[in-house]
């Protein structure tokens, strides 16, 4: 069985740096399932939804659902 390697910190921003964009569209398309998903929980009635998002790489969709929402 061959080891998992772990990675530190720096490392991980490095080879996300590297790594390129996502698939053009991918973000939008998690964004607006999240949305859909947000949009039934709230009902019929439009209830507040916050949205947070962390500094990570899913900033992007959570803003991709608050522009949907």
Same mark, same amino acid.
Do not use: C, F, N, S
């Given at each position: 069985m061959a080891a998992t390697?772990?990675?530190t910190? @720096?490392?991980i921003r490095r080879i996300e740096a590297t !790594? +390129? *964009?996502? @698939?053009?569209?991918?973000?939008?398309?998690a964004g607006r399932a999240a949305a859909e998903? *947000? *949009?039934r929980? !709230? +009902? @019929?009635? +439009?209830?507040? &939804?916050? &949205?947070l998002a962390g500094p990570g790489n899913s900033g992007g969709e959570a803003f991709a659902l608050a522009a949907d929402l």
């Open positions: 390697p772990i990675y910190t @720096e490392q !790594a +390129g *964009a996502p @698939e053009p569209g991918l973000m939008q398309r998903l *947000a *949009a929980l !709230a +009902g @019929e009635r +439009g209830k507040d &939804v916050l &949205v």
